[in-house]
């Protein structure tokens, strides 16, 4: 069997997070990571003489920190951050209220001046028998901005709409819509089929197993895979998410102590030689 001296690092091939539970659930798996970084630390304890010079020093209480940067938003990575737990599915029954605006309404001759239908159906979002929808309605200037803002009501007035659920109707008073007129329309949606991230204020990353995929070359440019595995490991929910088309997505954990483990393992870095057949 080849022992391993000197290695060069190529790239992080994928980093995987998994349960600490028996069943070792998958919690996300990264794409290639750059700027991977693993940084270990220790506190110094130093016992000095009367005139505070250094005696001795003692070494304890060390740590081990890794970040890098994952290419993708990773969704699963990122509700992990967050939250400790997966991110959410949108399924029939069980929707996700999202705000959304249909494409902007430019009023026509032909058009009925006192009507405007919905693409989709406004989420009831009351928690009594009375229904209730949130409704934004405008119409724009020629920038963009805001000019006449309506408000919902049960009747309909000057500078107030109805709406009706079952046509998903909104329906303006005589005069208030006229030709050219711009409308702008923002409504909350139940969404049934769809993928949220939900940060809560009550809820904290857990700590996981985490494994850090590598390849690396040897000192005769060999192939060689390494893993860092931490046994137990604690994203940080320290989060600078950009919204850039060419930026990445940075992460970081620590490792945690197993105090039920003897040999009080941070991470073990394994180089194996792996078997030519199975």
């Known amino acids: 069997m080849a022992t391993v001296t000197?290695?060069?690092?190529?790239?992080?091939?994928?980093?995987?997070?998994r349960?600490?539970?028996?069943?070792?659930?998958?919690?996300?798996?990264?794409?290639?990571?750059?700027?991977?970084?693993?940084?270990?630390?220790?506190q110094e304890v130093v016992k000095e003489d009367a005139e505070g010079t250094p005696i001795t020093k003692w070494r304890n209480a060390k740590t081990?920190?890794?970040?890098?940067?994952?290419?993708?938003?990773?969704?699963?990575?990122?509700?992990?951050?967050?939250?400790?737990e997966g991110k959410t599915i949108g399924t029939t029954g069980h929707g996700v209220i999202v705000p959304i605006s249909d494409p902007i309404k430019t009023y026509a001759s032909t058009d009925t001046l006192t009507e405007y239908v919905l693409k989709y159906s406004a989420a009831d979002v009351s928690d009594t028998s009375t229904p209730a929808y949130r409704i934004?309605?405008?119409?724009?200037?020629?920038?963009?901005?805001?000019?006449?803002?309506?408000?919902?009501?049960?009747?309909?007035?000057?500078?107030?709409?109805?709406?009706?659920?079952?046509?998903k109707t909104i329906t303006f008073a005589e005069g208030d819509i006229a030709v050219g007129d711009k409308l702008f329309v923002?409504?909350?949606?139940?969404?049934e089929d769809c993928t949220a991230v939900i940060n809560s204020a009550d809820k904290f990353p857990e700590d996981i197993e985490i494994v850090v995929e590598g390849l690396?070359?040897?000192?005769?440019?060999?192939?060689q895979a390494g893993y860092t595995?931490?046994?137990?490991?604690?994203?940080?929910?320290?989060?600078?998410?950009?919204f850039g088309r060419t930026d990445t997505f940075p992460?970081?954990?620590?490792?945690?102590?197993?105090?039920?483990?003897?040999d009080k393992q941070l991470f073990r870095q394994v180089f194996p030689t792996l078997p030519t057949t199975p």
Do not use: H, M
Request: hydrophobic fraction near 30%.
């Open 216 to 223: 690396f070359k040897d000192a005769c440019g060999n192939a």
């Open 136 to 167: 934004s309605v405008c119409t724009l200037n020629k920038d963009g901005t805001p000019n006449k803002k309506f408000k919902q009501g049960s009747a309909t007035a000057a500078g107030v709409f109805t709406y009706t659920s079952g046509t």
């Open 186 to 191: 923002e409504y909350d949606f139940n969404s």
């Open 64 to 84: 081990a920190t890794f970040s890098g940067d994952e290419t993708f938003w990773n969704l699963d990575l990122y509700s992990q951050q967050l939250n400790g």
């Open 229 to 242: 595995v931490f046994p137990k490991a604690q994203l940080s929910s320290s989060v600078t998410t950009s």
């Open 6 to 17: 000197n290695v060069i690092p190529d790239i992080i091939q994928r980093i995987v997070g």
């Open 251 to 262: 992460f970081e954990f620590s490792a945690q102590q197993d105090y039920y483990d003897e």
């Open 19 to 42: 349960s600490r539970k028996a069943d070792g659930e998958i919690l996300f798996i990264t794409g290639k990571v750059t700027n991977g970084s693993l940084a270990t630390d220790s």
